[in-house]
């Protein structure tokens, strides 16, 4: 018997040596917009299953917050990569002489949402118009203007939302923004009624979202680099969408632990069911997809709504170079 489990020992020792020492990892730091959540799950998927070491990858998620300014720390170089809200914050970038370029979109459709009570007859996006609208002073100088011009909303017709839903919920014939995949379980939960929800980019609001940003800088330094973390990170969206995403939620909810299993199962369903991550040129080119004419028809729609000035070069705030290589395809469901 010892002799066996010597001879045992001794092959799994040359079989290790056999391998050669372990492969070195490149340390990456990925800072997000926000305090973790299912919204973020592509990225926890790929740290938690091991697809961010197998593409050669040693992950750190740096979570945002209230007072915490990752975009600050990509600048300064403390972090590689940053979770960027939307194709906006591209062509401020460029406005501004920011050097970051994004380099894929985790999600062709932004979250962006208005919710209405049921039974006020609703039924349109349009309808919205007839409604207060509680908008927040981060909307009304970004999607807001493109309401108006593309649709004639009334800026008088708005009040402040301060991230609270009380007052939507005492004037039924009010309207507050949300994204799809929180507010209306929020509001569905507390008050037992299903909302209406209208989802702007199903109206035209074409942004891509939660795209991954780096430095120009790193792009020319070490290319390798940035395509590895975009194909590790698309991998771990297409897992947590239609693979198994406990490893996931299990380490988002260690992270944030006011996250619960109820709210996680809701915001992935609605990011399935709404083709938020993946839809339209997905589809094709795979998870992360960007395109030129979108990016150009986004850029026009944002001019004639006043919030980006023609002439500016907006491709500087973009790159194709890492994306639209089929990614996902293969991991969708038959």
């Not at 330094?221 to 969206?237: C, E, H, T």
Request: hydrophobic share 40%; net charge neutral; with cysteine.
């Amino acid at each position: 018997m010892i002799s066996a489990l010597r001879c045992g020992a001794l092959a799994v020792l040359a079989a290790l040596f056999a391998a050669g020492p372990a492969q070195a990892l490149d340390p990456v730091r990925f800072g997000t917009n926000w305090v973790a959540e299912a919204e973020h799950g592509g990225f926890y998927q790929a740290l938690a299953d091991g697809t961010y070491r197998k593409y050669g990858l040693d992950v750190t998620i740096v979570p945002g917050g209230p007072n915490v300014n990752n975009r600050l720390l990509l600048l300064a170089g403390r972090i590689e990569f940053y979770m960027s809200a939307n194709t906006l914050q591209s062509f401020d970038a460029v406005a501004n002489n920011v050097p970051t370029v994004a380099v894929a979109a985790s999600f062709q459709k932004d979250p962006q949402v208005f919710i209405a009570h049921p039974g006020q007859g609703i039924e349109t996006f349009e309808d919205l118009k007839k409604l207060t609208l509680f908008v927040s002073k981060e909307g009304m100088p970004t999607y807001f203007q493109w309401l108006k011009a593309r649709y004639g909303f009334d800026e008088l017709k708005v009040k402040p939302y301060t991230f609270n839903a009380q007052p939507f919920l005492v004037d039924k014939r009010s309207a507050m923004q949300g994204y799809v995949t929180a507010e209306p379980y929020a509001i569905e939960k507390q008050t037992g009624i299903k909302p209406k929800v209208f989802l702007l980019a199903d109206h035209g609001f074409d942004a891509y979202s939660t795209l991954i940003e780096t430095r120009r800088e790193l792009i020319e330094k070490n290319p390798d680099l940035v395509q590895r973390f975009v194909d590790a990170s698309m991998i771990g969206w297409a897992n947590y969408l239609y693979g198994d995403s406990t490893l996931a939620n299990t380490l988002i909810k260690k992270m944030n632990p006011d996250m619960t299993d109820d709210v996680l199962a809701y915001s992935i369903a609605r990011m399935r069911d709404y083709g938020i991550v993946d839809s339209g040129d997905t589809k094709t080119l795979g998870i992360g997809a960007m395109t030129d004419a979108r990016m150009e028809a986004f850029f026009r729609e944002m001019v004639k709504a006043g919030v980006a000035k023609d002439g500016l070069d907006y491709r500087k705030g973009y790159t194709l170079r890492f994306v639209n290589k089929g990614i996902g395809n293969d991991l969708r469901p038959k």
